[in-house]
């Protein structure tokens, strides 16, 4: 049997007013089934649907009501029980509550602790399905999310007042099987990770461009996957046409210039940098102020090198842990090793491009080299392919710090 993620995970219950708190009790039994070590906090209303001797029984812990409880309070003050927190989970979240953490009151004691720990929080909401529908709750819910709480339902269905629809709290089975999915450590937990990502496009005059057919899917997944891993995400990204991955600080640029600088302004704050864009290597040498006009059966286009912005990165210091891409026709193997050593780069991730394959495609196939090492990460799709490599990078890069610690 696999082994519980949830074993000695503290986790603090906030338990407010709904008809749903009943359903406290059996979460409760599950979480210390599942290893979890429970410390209920009610609000005064939830001590209205169910008993605090109830839930204090399950958890085996005394629960805590009050701010001003001079007993509780010299046993463990809420700020100590902020911190003690591993998460804040507060199931059922009422509509009041929702409010109430929306706006930062610190009015009752749960309130107090969501103020005051740096813990995740999660909230299962439940409640009628107008007031779940209601468009100060949905702005308090995406206020919240906005934030970075997050929401865990509410599933739709008969309601306790008679009503059908969306509002019902989730099981208590369903929050401990999300709560155990959430426990696996995050690879990438705290660490701040740039990426560029796209083409750029080089002004030739006002309404002209060079470019390339980058799309900037593999960078964008980038994004996507290490922001997943729970690392600090700053995507730097030339024109593409896509959504960017939520959580995520989007940086858009258009030319290689602005690329360097947006990136060199940034470097000294980031852990890991890597170059997926596409950059352009020349660029036009004065774009002209006026459209060109067809008059000349001949023109020439004074092209000048762009800024190479990984070697920069690689060449800064401190410098992050770098990894750049390499995109080739032939000699994949040879050109990406003379890549990685010329540049100075900590690795580099292989692709061959050619027709059908690489750029404006869904999959790809990623040969990673490093010092050292090399590894195939196989053919998939980008959004597998990143994930696989955001898995590499985390593990090449938690090696070189705990090098460099020992060091
Ligand atoms: N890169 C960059 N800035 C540039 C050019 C490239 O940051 N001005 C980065 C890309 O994001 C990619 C890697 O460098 O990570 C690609 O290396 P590069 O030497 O540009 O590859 P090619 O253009 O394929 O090189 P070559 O001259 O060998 O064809």
């Not at 290893?35 to 605090?52: C, I, N």
């Not at 059908?164 to 990770?193: D, F, H, N, S, T």
């Not at 991955?245 to 302004?265: F, K, L, T």
């Not at 067809?294 to 912005?309: C, H, M, N, S």
């Amino acid at each position: 049997m696999e082994i519980s993620r949830l074993q000695r995970r503290r986790i603090l219950l906030g338990v407010t007013g709904s008809i749903a708190a009943y359903k406290s009790a059996e979460l409760i039994r599950r979480l210390r089934q599942a290893g979890a070590e429970v410390q209920v906090v009610m609000t005064p209303a939830a001590a209205r649907f169910v008993t605090p001797l109830t839930l204090q029984a399950l958890s085996g812990r005394p629960v805590r009501r009050d701010l001003f409880d001079v007993a509780a309070e010299a046993a463990m003050g809420h700020i100590e029980l902020a911190r003690w927190a591993d998460w804040i989970l507060i199931a059922p979240a009422s509509a009041d509550f929702l409010a109430r953490l929306r706006i930062g009151r610190a009015d009752d004691l749960l309130a107090t602790l969501c103020l005051a720990s740096e813990a995740p929080v999660i909230l299962v909401p439940a409640m009628n399905r107008a007031m779940w529908r209601h468009p100060a709750t949905r702005d308090n819910v995406a206020v919240l999310e906005g934030r970075g709480v997050e929401i865990w339902g509410p599933a739709s269905g008969a309601q306790a007042c008679g009503e059908e629809g969306p509002g019902r709290m989730l099981e208590p089975a369903e929050i401990v099987g999300r709560l155990q999915a959430l426990g696996k450590a995050p690879l990438l937990g705290g660490v701040k990770v740039m990426i560029t990502a796209g083409p750029t496009r080089e002004a030739v005059d006002p309404v002209r461009f060079l470019s390339n057919r980058s799309s900037g899917r593999m960078g964008y997944a980038l994004a996507q996957a290490a922001r997943e891993a729970g690392a600090e995400v700053t995507l730097v990204s030339g024109p593409v046409s896509l959504e960017p991955p939520s959580g995520v600080e989007v940086i858009r640029v258009e030319s290689a210039q602005q690329m360097y600088r947006q990136v060199m302004a940034r470097v000294g704050r980031c852990d890991i940098f890597i170059g997926a864009a596409a950059v352009a290597d020349y660029t036009p040498i004065r774009p002209a102020v006026a459209k060109l006009k067809k008059d000349q059966a001949r023109i020439t286009l004074e092209l000048v090198r762009t800024p190479d912005i990984l070697a920069a990165v690689a060449a800064a210091s401190p410098r992050p842990f770098t990894v750049g891409f390499a995109a080739e026709t032939e000699r994949l193997h040879e050109y990406a090793r003379a890549k990685l050593d010329r540049k100075r780069l900590d690795m580099i991730a292989a692709n061959r491009v050619g027709p059908g394959r690489g750029f404006e495609t869904e999959d790809n196939a990623l040969w990673v080299l490093w010092p050292g090492g090399e590894r195939d990460l196989g053919r998939a799709s980008k959004r597998e392919l990143a994930r696989r490599l955001i898995e590499l990078i985390s593990e090449r890069y938690g090696q070189e710090s705990r090098a460099e610690n020992s060091g």
